[in-house]
Structure formats: structure tokens, C-alpha cells
């Protein structure tokens, strides 16, 4: 039997909120301000679901297209704006962005 090869169609990335916000309002202008501030109108409309926010705003995990993540990176890296997202793991596989918890003995 032939292998497959699954197409991931998100990318999910992790980031620190600093100084930690509660309001997912603010979190998704913040990566509306930094995507038109690094590319423009256009891509400030980028297609972004926010799939957790952490009970006291210092992380949040976002979704968004494949080909989309590496321009958020890029924007938010270039971003002035408050709060600050700071990357911590990005990943195509979902549940990778769990292990940053886990201690390594």
C-alpha cells in the first residue's frame, strides 16, 4: 500500500503576552496592527483564529493558513505595539506546542 502524505492547511503558533492582556479583542488587533504595519491593508485581514488564551493573558495559541504564518512572524518580530507578542513554538502538528510545559529530567 502506497504512503500519503498529510498537506497540513494551518500552521499553529504559540506566543508570550507581555504585558499579559485578558481581552482576545485586543490580542487579534495587536496581530492586525503588526501585519499592516510591516505589509499593509491587505494582509491586516489575514484569516486568524485565536484557539486559546491563558487565564491570565500572558499566552495565547493562534491558527492561521500555512502560507500566512510566516508573515505573521515576521510582522509581529517588526511590531511596536502593546502588548507585545514574543514567539515561544510554532508547529503544523497542534499538539506539539504542548510540550513547552513538560520539564526534561
Same mark, same amino acid.
Given at each position: 500500500?502506497?504512503?500519503?502524505?498529510?498537506?497540513?492547511?494551518?500552521?499553529?503558533?504559540?506566543?508570550?503576552?507581555?504585558?499579559?492582556?485578558?481581552?482576545?479583542?485586543?490580542?487579534?488587533?495587536?496581530?492586525?496592527?503588526?501585519?499592516?504595519?510591516?505589509?499593509?491593508?491587505?494582509?491586516?485581514?489575514?484569516?486568524?483564529?485565536?484557539?486559546?488564551?491563558?487565564?491570565?493573558?500572558?499566552?495565547?495559541?493562534?491558527?492561521?493558513? @500555512?502560507?500566512?504564518?510566516?508573515?505573521?512572524?515576521?510582522?509581529?518580530?517588526?511590531?511596536?505595539?502593546?502588548?507585545?507578542?514574543?514567539?515561544?513554538? @510554532?508547529?503544523?502538528?497542534?499538539?506539539?506546542?504542548?510540550?513547552?510545559?513538560?520539564?526534561?529530567?
Amino acid at each position: 500500500m502506497p504512503s500519503r502524505r498529510l498537506t497540513p492547511y494551518y500552521h499553529y503558533i504559540r506566543f508570550a503576552v507581555s504585558p499579559p492582556c485578558r481581552d482576545i479583542l485586543t490580542i487579534r488587533k495587536t496581530t492586525q496592527d503588526a501585519l499592516g504595519q510591516s505589509f499593509g491593508l491587505v494582509s491586516s485581514h489575514t484569516y486568524i483564529d485565536i484557539l486559546w488564551l491563558a487565564d491570565d493573558g500572558a499566552a495565547v495559541v493562534l491558527r492561521l493558513g @500555512e502560507s500566512d504564518a510566516p508573515k505573521l512572524l515576521a510582522a509581529v518580530a517588526a511590531a511596536t505595539n502593546t502588548p507585545r507578542l514574543s514567539l515561544v513554538k @510554532e508547529s503544523s502538528f497542534f499538539p506539539s506546542l504542548l510540550s513547552i510545559d513538560i520539564p526534561f529530567a
